[in-house]
């Protein structure tokens, strides 16, 4: 089996779509971490390269609780469904082609 690395583009829309696809309101980091599948260090460059984009904020939980959920901004779910649009193409455009990518795994 071939492993491929994930692009940034790919690892950006996973984080973003599992923010999207929380069945409560919001998602902890930790949550967003483990979803992600990267290191720490990946992880925090990613987060702030999302928070400085405006795609995702940070809301307290509560006035006492300084714990923090993430949610995507308008520009956040705007970028995430252009971004799943773009996949979606893609697939359709391997399928047309006839182009299998079955059996290929991402790291």
Known sequence: MIKLR???FE?????LNAIKNTK??????TRLLQASNLSP???????ERLLNA?????INES???K???LFLTGYGKEYVKKSNQIIINQENLNKNFKLN???ISYI
């Open 101 to 103: 990518l079955d059996g």
């Open 41 to 47: 260090q990946g992880f925090k460059e990613y987060y």
């Open 11 to 15: 690892i950006a829309n996973i984080m």
């Open 6 to 8: 994930r692009t940034k």
């Open 63 to 65: 006035k006492k609780d």
């Open 54 to 58: 405006n795609l995702i904020e940070e």
């Open 24 to 29: 409560s309101l919001g998602i902890r980091k």
């Open 67 to 69: 714990r923090k959920k």
